[in-house]
């Protein structure tokens, strides 16, 4: 296998790899779209519970530190979930990128190579 031969496996894996970091992506878009995990979740767990911690946190009665940590760990939980979910899909739109990029590349070393014969 020659140095070409070799770029445009690397290439092509760099692909594949990114298809199916695209394909997650794509899975956020659908679950986005659905209705039970708008109202579950992203109405529900992003909204609602957020703001019934924030709320919590501000009644007197939950002062302790026991307690204060509790709730800050669970608005840390529902932060790390929409990152997660926020990274994903910034990570699709990477890789989109990326394809579009390799394969661009790709077809310039073959043509390259084309054309060296």
Do not use: P, W
Request: glycine letters at 6%.
């Amino acid at each position: 296998m020659d140095s070409l031969d070799n770029l445009l496996a690397a290439l092509d894996r760099s692909i594949a790899n990114s298809k199916k970091t695209v394909e997650i992506g794509a899975a956020v878009g659908r679950l986005m779209l659905s209705r039970d995990f708008k109202r579950v979740i992203l109405d529900g767990y992003f909204k609602d519970e957020a703001t019934r911690l924030v709320h919590e946190l501000a009644k007197v009665e939950n002062q302790s530190e026991a307690r204060r940590v509790s709730l800050v760990r669970q608005m840390d939980s529902v932060a790390n979930l929409k990152a997660y979910m926020d990274r994903l899909v910034d990570e699709a739109g990477f890789a989109e990128k990326d394809i579009a990029l390799n394969n661009q590349s790709r077809d310039q070393l073959i043509e390259g190579e084309e054309d060296g014969r």
